[in-house]
């Protein structure tokens, strides 16, 4: 954790900014002086001797309710009593391949309307940030990026995968009670979660809390799955998402390969083809077929852990963002072997 991390913390219990910081142990990472302003250094920062220092171990603890909360293996845990943990996810051991192409796509993708520009200088949150792929690049792209998940592995894996970034903050928390001041953020992006969530509507709504008047929210959510690939989810994620991790892998496993066999290496030897495109972009998850193997493993391993509580329709995302009062609201319809939405809009 890093010590300027403060000035944008609340108690996630009772909301206060009063905190004590108890710290057990520290270490020294370098601080590139150009991430700072010379009239501007935070604590922590030795500009002199190009050095910043994080705490690896330590507890917050807040003045008014009397919560602590521990800093373990560099990651303050902002959990309440309240909270639920997020299950163990695969992708624990997913490392981001920066010179990869494909991971940048994607999260210029799922960011759209908002370009790279867009990120410079920017305080932003990533809700739900899972092993940090987002995170990484928003802050690649000039933004200081505070990047929250429920689950252990997922902040395990984003800090392990971007604790050579100056500029990224990791935090175990949960999005229903955000550690955070309130109108704090530029910009809060929170993609594949709401439709995760059994309250998807009181989390959209604690997110844009903590959005600055003038800043912008965006997400990226699941569309209606129907027919046969909606029936055929529901059956498999009815077997799975209590399954025995071990049970688990295998199944994945098991149905990766045949996304391999049958989807992914045809898609990629008849794309280029006129009509055989047609029919091959028809294929499931077919656009996985840029990833390594271990990616897709673990992609279809948290595909079928997590439950799905809620399917969005275009119309459902205009009347949240319009409702809750925010200014152009743009949603997009994505087809990527099944529909999905993205949808963004300027806080008041």
Request: proline share 6%; with cysteine.
């Amino acid at each position: 954790m890093k010590y300027r991390l403060l000035e944008w913390l609340a108690c996630p219990a009772c909301r206060s900014p009063d905190f004590r910081l108890e710290t057990v142990s520290t270490r020294t990472v370098s601080a590139l002086t150009g991430n700072f302003r010379e009239d501007a250094v935070p604590p922590g920062v030795d500009l002199d001797r190009g050095e910043e220092q994080e705490i690896m171990e330590g507890s917050l603890h807040c003045g008014p309710c009397g919560s602590i909360y521990p800093i373990r293996e560099g990651v303050p845990r902002l959990m309440t009593a309240e909270s639920e943990t997020g299950p163990p996810s695969r992708h624990r051991a997913t490392r981001i391949e920066a010179d990869r192409q494909e991971w940048e796509q994607n999260f210029r993708d799922l960011a759209s309307p908002l370009n790279p520009a867009d990120f410079l200088g920017k305080l932003v949150l990533d809700a739900g940030c899972g092993f940090g792929r987002h995170a990484f690049f928003a802050a690649r792209y000039g933004a200081e990026v505070v990047a929250i998940d429920s689950s252990a592995d997922g902040v395990a894996a984003a800090f392990k995968n971007t604790e050579a970034m100056a500029r990224i903050h990791i935090i175990q928390a949960d999005v229903y009670r955000p550690p955070f001041r309130e109108d704090c953020f530029d910009i809060a992006y929170s993609f594949g979660v709401l439709h995760h969530l059994e309250r998807p509507m009181d989390a959209f709504r604690t997110l844009g809390e903590l959005v600055k008047p003038g800043g912008r929210l965006s997400v990226w959510v699941y569309g209606p799955r129907q027919g046969m690939t909606l029936t055929a989810s529901e059956v498999v994620r009815g077997f799975t998402t209590e399954m025995k991790p071990e049970h688990l892998e295998m199944v994945s496993a098991g149905i990766a390969r045949g996304l391999r066999v049958f989807s992914h290496t045809p898609y990629r030897m008849l794309r280029h083809i006129p009509v055989a495109r047609e029919v091959v972009t028809h294929l499931p998850v077919h656009d996985h077929h840029q990833w390594p193997f271990e990616v897709v493993l673990a992609d279809v391993y948290d595909r079928l852990r997590f439950p799905v509580y809620q399917w969005f329709k275009g119309e459902d995302l205009e009347r949240m963002f319009t409702d809750d009062g925010y200014a152009d609201v743009l949603v997009t319809r994505r087809v990527r072997n099944n529909e999905t939405f993205r949808a963004t809009g300027i806080r008041r």
